[in-house]
């Protein structure tokens, strides 16, 4: 009796210490996802290849329709590269101001592209994108989406553009496959609050 007695403590210890471990799990979990913020302001700081390897497993580990992992990935963090990036861009969006600095000043941008044949590849992407902004912030290295550039090297004011057409050249995405987004990484220079969401925009439908 004494025997099975201890058994069954050490199997309640064990289950009682399991479960912390879950709830511990879960509360980082949603400390992670409640304090990501859009990061606009970087420190002039790189961001190692090993905490973007990291960033970009834990991205492609994120699900997708029939697992067909419908995007491709281009990282720059070469500071002269995104330099002439942004020249290019200006010069081939002569009217568009902020052409320079729609990178927000990340060390590092990734360009994301989707498969054009696939309907559900922008989903995929976002997915994608999703997984690593948090396992990003999970590490300390802020994030920001961005749109801009896209439509900055994707459908420039000036399609002819050596410069423009250079930059989509060294992208070298696959054929049928389209940038879709960017998105800057790099260690945050602000700490901006939490904007107000708006809880009417989801409904239980019994």
Known sequence: MKRLALILATAMMACAGFAQEQRSISETV?????????????????????TLEQILFAGINAPSGLNKQSWEIRIVDNPQTLEAIKDAMAEANPSNK??????????????????????????????????MMLSAWSMGVGSVCLGSPVRLIAEPEIPSCKAIQEVQEKLGFSKGYKLI???GFGYANES???????????????
């Open 192 to 206: 901006p609050k939490a904007k107000p969401r708006d809880k009417s925009k989801y409904r239980f439908v019994e």
């Open 30 to 50: 949603k400390e992670v996802i409640m304090s990501r913020r859009s990061i606009r302001k970087y420190k002039p700081v790189p961001v190692g290849r090993d």
């Open 98 to 131: 902020m052409a320079r600095g729609c990178f927000r000043e990340s060390p590092v941008v990734m360009f994301i592209a989707n498969d054009t044949g696939y309907d559900c590849s922008p989903i995929d992407c976002g997915l994608l994108s999703e997984n």
């Open 181 to 183: 987004i960017c998105i």
